[in-house]
């Protein structure tokens, strides 16, 4: 999941695409490991990058939070 703390610190690729990256490798730690681990992470590091990000704002992400402020 390191990859995902090094995506997100990037300053030299665009917050949307780090937003997407960020998403993409969410899926493959969860292929990689036959589990839905990272939604909670992903969530927060995408939103932390772009609030207004619309991607992370579905059932698949949301439903693993446990404080939705």
């Known amino acids: 999941m390191k990859e995902l703390i090094e995506v997100f610190r990037m300053n030299e690729i665009s917050v949307a695409s780090r937003c997407r990256i960020i998403i993409q490798l969410g899926h493959a730690i969860n292929a990689q490991f036959s ?19 619309k991607d992370v704002e579905i059932e698949h992400y949301t439903r693993t939070l446990t404080n939705k402020n």
Do not use: A, G
């Not at 589990?35 to 990058?49: D, W």
């Open 35 to 53: 589990m839905n681990i990272t939604e909670p992470i992903v969530y927060e590091l995408v939103k932390q990058l772009d609030p207004e990000n």
